[in-house]
């Protein structure tokens, strides 16, 4: 079964670093979110992504945040200048439709931690 | 805006017993509703979903949810808990016009021998 796919499986980074967290989806899949996890919280949507550009994004994902597709296998999440407060696992998801009963696939995650 | 609850962090059951996780919602109107499982190191796996039809949805590996409306809930059941069962359960909502998931906090599911 097709399955998203998420590299590395943890980050360290010093704090004040940038770090680019990557996925590929599953290949006919549309639609991309991130989400991430603070330890001991809720999963929160960050951002969701279609035909090259954000559709939706949460008061999360400011300007430190930024996505890219950059060919047409990866997803992209850069985290610019990070603080200690984006330690979290972050998860990105894919769809294949925009539906709401199209489900969102889950990579295993990628855990960051900001020294 | 939309909110879910999941009573009880942490539920212990043993094997062959009922497992019983309980998710309400708040919801303007009928949201889109989902159970999600998580293993130890691993992504987070859609258990089943509800979204318009028969209220009881059936899932993998033997769950079930019921949605009840007047009830704002979706509880999600497992006549028999297996020892391969335990993990951690987020229930999700997604909302009309809205495509993004808002999770509950999570129950934690250990099953003893």
């Known amino acids: 079964e097709p399955e998203v796919t998420q590299t590395p499986s943890h980050q360290v980074t010093q704090m004040g670093q940038e770090v680019i967290l990557r996925c590929v989806p599953i290949s006919n899949h549309l639609y991309f979110y991130w989400y991430r996890q603070i330890l001991g919280q809720k999963v929160e949507f960050l951002v969701s992504?279609?035909?090259?550009?954000?559709?939706?994004k949460s008061e999360i994902f400011d300007d430190q945040f930024s996505v890219e597709r950059p060919d047409g296998s990866n997803f992209t999440l850069k985290i610019r200048s990070t603080k200690l407060e984006d330690s979290a696992m972050y998860f990105c998801?894919?769809?294949?439709?925009?539906?709401?009963?199209?489900?969102?696939?889950f990579g295993d995650g990628t855990r960051l931690s900001i020294l | 805006a939309q909110s879910v609850t999941q009573l009880g962090s942490h539920v212990s059951v043993s094997e062959g017993a009922l497992v019983l996780l309980r998710c309400n919602y708040s919801s303007s109107v009928p949201p889109y509703l989902f159970w999600y499982v998580q293993y130890p190191n691993q992504g987070l796996q859609l258990l089943l979903k509800y979204t318009t039809g028969a209220t009881l949805v059936k899932g993998i590996n033997g769950f079930e949810a019921e949605f009840k409306k007047s009830e704002t809930s979706f509880h999600l059941t497992k006549p028999s808990a297996h020892m391969s069962d335990a993990a951690e359960y987020f229930c999700?909502?997604?909302?009309?016009?809205?495509?993004?998931?808002?999770f509950g906090a999570g129950t934690t599911v250990t099953v003893r021998a």
């Open positions: 998801a894919s769809s294949p439709g925009q539906g709401r009963n199209q489900p969102q696939h």
């Open positions: 992504f279609y035909n090259n550009e954000i559709s939706e």
């Open positions: 999700a909502v997604s909302e009309l016009g809205d495509y993004k998931l808002s």
